[in-house]
């Protein structure tokens, strides 16, 4: 029973010190990387599509800001999962305004 | 043809010296009634002026807090500093009055309107910036404070009279404005992807959060107003149509506009027109 204990002791210290050792951002294009740059440049373009048909939303600047920030810390996945999602936003805001082309009353 | 009849009638009733109204666009026409009718039919036992008590036309408990609060409402103050700003002469001697026509409760109802000229439509808020510029005064903020008291000081004095926003037949452009705002009334927007017809037609008297929601029919026939949730901001409670428009989008988490701009001119154009034939209530107070 000890041995056991001992063991998953071991295994769960381990395997939280290799998580430390190895980040989320193991791979090295994350964070203030050209990956990163990217996304926030593509993010702010379509924004600015969704901006110019009157529909954009309201957290997507918002998302970019934090995206940008977080850039600036090496090595943060967060920093690409923001600015993907602004772009995603902005990309569902300009479908919206396409959606919207006719809208009208229902009576 | 009877509408050509009750026009001259009234031209003769208010006299020569009053030039005749356009006639208002046919098809505005129609979707005024269509608009009406659908909450008539879906309120039936409410007068056409119940509506302009909004989330409290809704709700009897709410409507009895209400009218317990309007007896001795928190914005008397603000209202007698809007009548103040009106009689103050500018540096050139000049008051606000001297930039509209007609006695003080006769001002609300002439706007929002159709300026031809211009191309544009102009409402109220607009024209009392655009005599402060005309007359060497700076502009005011548009939203709140002395803009909102100035305002708010017009609605109440001109309670019981009746909106009658004119989109003038044949006019393209005055038509086109009004599609405008009308498409966006009717758009879904923001994130959570509503139009401003899916909470105040659609879901007309469910709750949302603590609030009660509205008829579209007759929502500005009292603004500005005084709220207590403005009042917990910075300001004095008071805010006018177009900051309700912002909240209103910003809820849906859409990026609102930035008010005295085409998107909430035309929006209000619209709004205004679809409560044609009701009284202005005066301004009022909401949660």
Avoid at chain 1, 39 to 50: D, G, L, P, S
Avoid at chain 2, 261 to 274: C, G, P, Q, R, S
Wanted: with cysteine.
């Amino acid at each position: 029973m000890k041995k056991i204990l001992l063991i998953t002791t071991a295994v769960f210290s381990l395997s939280t010190y290799s998580a430390d050792l190895l980040p989320s951002c193991h791979n090295w294009n994350d964070g203030s990387s050209d990956t990163v740059k990217a996304a926030i440049a593509a993010a702010t373009a379509e924004n600015k599509k969704a901006a110019k048909v009157g529909f954009e939303w309201r957290d997507t600047v918002k998302f970019i800001k934090k995206a940008t920030k977080l850039s600036a810390t090496p090595c943060n996945s967060s920093a690409l999962t923001m600015a993907n999602m602004a772009k995603a936003q902005a990309l569902d805001a300009q479908k919206q305004a396409k959606d919207q082309a006719n809208a009208g009353p229902s009576f | 043809m009877k509408k050509n009849i009750t026009i001259i009638a009234l031209a003769a009733l208010l006299g020569s010296s009053v030039a005749i109204a356009a006639q208002q666009s046919a098809q505005v026409q129609a979707d005024i009634d269509a608009f009406q009718n659908h909450f008539k039919a879906k309120f039936p036992e409410m007068d056409l002026d119940d509506f302009s008590k909004g989330p409290y036309s809704m709700n009897e408990d709410k409507l009895m807090q209400f009218e317990n609060i309007m007896e001795m409402p928190p914005f008397e103050d603000s209202l007698d500093k809007g009548e103040q700003l009106w009689n103050t002469a500018f540096k050139n001697g000049k008051t606000y009055s001297s930039c509209f026509n007609g006695p003080v409760e006769k001002i609300r109802t002439q706007f929002p309107r159709w300026n031809a000229e211009a191309g544009k439509v102009e409402n109220l808020e607009a024209m009392i910036n655009k005599c402060r510029t005309d007359n060497g005064e700076k502009k005011i903020g548009w939203k709140k404070g002395k803009m909102a008291f100035i305002s708010a000081y017009l609605t109440t004095a001109a309670t019981g009279e009746e909106i009658n926003v004119i989109v003038p037949e044949g006019d393209e452009k005055a038509l086109a404005a009004y599609n405008k705002g009308k498409k966006f009334f009717y758009s879904k927007r923001g994130q959570l992807n509503l139009s401003c017809a899916n909470c105040h037609i659609d879901s007309v008297g469910k709750k949302i959060r603590g609030d009660i929601l509205s008829p579209a029919l007759g929502q500005i026939t009292h603004f500005p107003v005084w709220r207590g949730k403005w009042m917990r901001k910075k300001g004095n409670g008071f805010g006018t149509i177009q900051r309700r428009y912002g909240g209103c989008n910003k809820q849906v988490r859409a990026k609102p506009f930035k008010v005295h701009k085409d998107e909430y001119t035309n929006l209000e154009f619209f709004h205004t027109v679809m409560s044609n034939g009701m009284e202005i209530s005066g301004t009022e107070y909401r949660q």
